[in-house]
C-alpha cells in the first residue's frame, strides 16, 4: 500500500508541493509565535520609558541604567 502511495506521488508532483505547503504554513506560525515569546524581558532596556510625578515637580533625576 505504502509502495503504491510512493509511486502516486511519483507521477503526481503538484500534490508533494501541496504537502509542503500544508507542512510549511504551521511551521511558519509556529516559529513566529515562539521567536515573539522566547525571551520577553531579554530586550526591556531598549524600551522607551518615562516616570510621572503628579503629586510635585520633579528637580531633577539620577537613572541608574544599565
Known sequence: MALHEIRYLHQHPAVIRILLGILV???VYAVTFLASVWNPYGELRHLPMA????????????WAGR
Open 25 to 27: 504554513v504551521p511551521l
Open 51 to 62: 516616570v510621572v510625578n503628579q503629586d510635585r515637580p520633579v528637580t531633577g533625576m539620577a
